[in-house]
């Protein structure tokens, strides 16, 4: 047994004893899942994961209802996540990895190895299958950068 699971092992039986989160009790979170007293989870929400391969949630993060996130999934701060949304990180190397401020729309998925950036926005119904830049804006099937984000600003410039 390596240092990093027996760490995480023990993470894992101290998370069980505390509170859940703000979650509705129609929502079913993993006892394994790491998600910080702040977080707001909505109805319906499942977090499915096993020991080796937690869902970690960043702070002040929002799961509106019916999301699904299922695998090995690492969630930056400050992420809202709409309702009907389906996240999926296969194990540890084929985790799912989003960055802080990203907003992903409602029945948008995010399938295993992927690379979500900070400050991205995920559009409604994007189907990500590849890294996504940082300040970006995706849509469609298969999800295709439309835009990015000015830092500091709402506005959008196109892609050339």
């Known amino acids: 047994m390596t240092v990093h699971s027996f760490i995480h092992k023990i993470l894992v039986f101290l998370n069980r004893f505390r509170a859940r989160p703000n979650a509705r009790r129609s929502s079913w979170i993993s006892p394994e899942a790491i998600v ?50 389906f996240i999926y990180g296969k194990d540890h190397e084929k985790s799912v990895h989003i960055g802080d401020n990203v907003l992903i729309h409602a029945n948008a998925c995010v399938y ?20 996504v830049p940082d300040n970006a804006i995706v849509r469609g099937n298969p999800a295709q950068v439309i835009g990015f984000k000015e830092v500091g600003s709402d506005r959008t410039k196109e892609v050339k």
């Open 36 to 85: 910080p007293k702040d977080c707001v989870i909505g109805e319906r929400v499942k977090l499915k994961c096993y020991a080796l391969f937690p869902i970690t949630i960043g702070k002040n993060c929002f799961i509106n209802d019916d999301a699904v996130l299922w695998g090995s999934i690492v969630i930056g701060d400050n992420t809202r996540i709409m309702p009907k949304v």
């Open 112 to 131: 295993k190895n992927v690379v979500v950036g900070d400050n991205v926005e995920i559009l409604p119904g994007a189907v990500v299958f590849e890294d």
